[in-house]
T-cell receptor, first 114, second 109 residues
Framework: DSGVTQTPKHLITATGQRVTLRCSPR?????VYWYQQSLDQGLQFLIH???????AKGNILERFSAQQFPDLHSELNLSSLELGDSALYFC?????????????FGPGTRLTVL | DQQVKQNSPSLSVQEGRISILNCDYT??????FLWYKKYPAEGPTFLIS?????DKNEDGRFTVFLNKSAKHLSLHIVPSQPGDSAVYFC????????FGTGTSLTVIP
């Protein structure tokens, strides 16, 4: 158990809908990262927050947004969902903001868009 | 554009032998490299890392080698154990993290 929790574990929804994925980092970790893993793809970095502030953006679509709240949990919002958005979404947390801090991954949320 | 590539989707090795997992990258600005291990239904877990100022880092049965001129990274597992069976991702960092597509390692008892 990494100490990072993600809810829900599974989510099935329809095209055009909007969903929110939630991540609670390990106690004491200030950074939260979001990743998408599509079928046969590696993890694609989406976005990084540190202590409530956005630090880096990767290949995140404009239909997706995220935020980190004062209690450090984070939410990833996916809207106008398309079939291609079906994927595993992981969040990870780390103590610091730099790339040398070990990231601890949650178990992921499997999103299925029908 | 895949900046980190793992060209072998799968690898099978006998227990006790060496497992060698390979990774290539394209961006010479990457300065830190990592390997993660992933079991089914779990998130990836950090295994070992190496800075670009080194060419080798060892941790128990796991050794990572970095060849900057070839932009090539490899993970050696010696001896391989059945519990090592998992998907292994390499990753590189610049301004963000870039992950490969993973290599599924099966260690045969």
């Amino acid at each position: 158990d990494s100490g990072v929790t993600q809810t829900p574990k599974h989510l099935i929804t329809a095209t055009g809908q909007r969903v929110t994925l939630r991540c609670s980092p390990r106690s004491g970790d200030l950074s939260v990262y979001w990743y998408q893993q599509s079928l046969d793809q590696g993890l694609q970095f989406l976005i990084h927050y540190y202590n409530g502030e956005e630090r880096a953006k990767g290949n995140i679509l404009e239909r997706f947004s995220a935020q980190q709240f004062p209690d450090l949990h984070s939410e990833l919002n996916l809207s106008s969902l398309e079939l291609g958005d079906s994927a595993l979404y992981f969040c990870a947390s780390s103590v610091g903001s730099g790339p040398y801090n070990e990231q601890f991954f949650g178990p992921g949320t499997r999103l299925t868009v029908l | 554009d895949q900046q980190v590539k793992q060209n072998s989707p799968s690898l099978s090795v006998q227990e006790g032998r060496i497992s060698i997992l390979n990774c290539d990258y394209t961006n010479s600005m990457f300065d830190y490299f990592l390997w993660y291990k992933k079991y089914p239904a779990e998130g990836p877990t950090f295994l070992i890392s190496i800075s670009s100022i080194k060419d080798k880092n060892e941790d128990g049965r796991f050794t990572v080698f970095l060849n900057k001129s070839a932009k090539h990274l490899s993970l050696h597992i010696v001896p391989s154990q059945p519990g090592d069976s998992a998907v292994y991702f390499c990753a590189a960092t610049g301004n963000q993290f870039y992950f490969g597509t993973g290599t599924s390692l099966t260690v045969i008892p």
